[in-house]
């Protein structure tokens, strides 16, 4: 199955700044998924990208906050804008695997102060 | 819309033992995939086990099992001589039988192993 490199693995920011998250993948994928993990929680998805259109966002997630990259079959970026101490989460990007198993990345522990 | 259910947000077992974790889902699909993931302290997402709906047979990995009851929507997974390294949390998770499907998952049980 695909292996998926995140960066960056934490990052403590001030609010009102953005941070974007990287995940490179080592094979060619059609969809990247961004999942949200607030602390205690369990994964909410935030957006589904595919190479070369918009991303799709879930309810309750805009572009506007939470803007998406998606320039090749092997790379996406999402970026937290204008952040507040709200957007603390662990995020995660996925893609599918083999036998429609998903492998995640390692996940981007990010506190906003 | 699909839900996953999780009703145990913790529970313990003493190693080597067996332990069973509930899940039940809602779907009005005939075809879909259901998954268990375990998530330790490092938080990586880690694939325990998948279950096609279209298979009668449960699936088994070594240690894990599950007991799929599709009728019942119920999706069960059972940890056998349980380890003190099977400690993390366990998310079930739903996929519809469509290409690139996200997955929704359950709200998680914290599994503590007891020496």
């Known amino acids: 199955s695909a292996v998926i490199s995140q960066k960056p693995s934490r990052d403590i920011c001030q609010r009102g700044t953005s941070l974007t998250i990287q995940c490179q993948v080592d094979?060619?994928?059609?969809?990247m998924f961004w999942y949200r993990q607030q602390p205690g929680q369990s994964l909410t998805l935030i957006a589904t990208?595919?190479?070369?259109?918009?991303?799709?966002?879930e309810s309750g997630f805009v572009i506007d906050k939470f803007p998406i990259s998606r320039p090749n079959l092997t790379f996406s970026t999402l970026t937290v804008s204008n952040m507040s101490p709200e957007d603390s989460s662990i995020y995660l990007c996925?893609?599918?695997?083999?036998?429609?198993?998903?492998?995640f990345g390692s996940g981007t522990r990010l506190t906003v102060v | 819309a699909q839900t996953v259910t999780q009703s145990q947000p913790e529970m313990s077992v003493q190693e080597a033992e067996t332990v069973t974790l509930s899940c039940t889902y809602d779907?009005?699909?005939?075809?879909?995939?259901l998954f268990w993931y375990k998530q330790p302290p490092s938080r990586q997402m880690i694939l325990v086990i998948r279950?096609?709906?279209?298979?009668?047979q449960n699936a088994t990995e070594n240690r894990f099992s599950v007991n799929f009851q599709k009728a019942a929507k119920s999706f069960s997974l059972k940890i056998s001589d349980s380890q003190l390294g099977d400690a993390a949390m366990y998310f079930c998770?739903?996929?519809?039988?469509?290409?690139?499907?996200?997955?929704?998952f359950g709200t998680g049980t914290r599994l503590t192993i007891i020496p």
């Open positions: 990208a595919n190479q070369g259109s918009e991303a799709t966002y």
């Open positions: 094979s060619q994928v059609t969809m």
């Open positions: 998770a739903y996929r519809r039988d469509f290409g690139n499907e996200k997955l929704t």
């Open positions: 779907t009005s699909e005939s075809d879909y995939y």
């Open positions: 279950q096609e709906a279209y298979k009668q």
């Open positions: 996925s893609v599918e695997g083999q036998y429609y198993g998903y492998t």
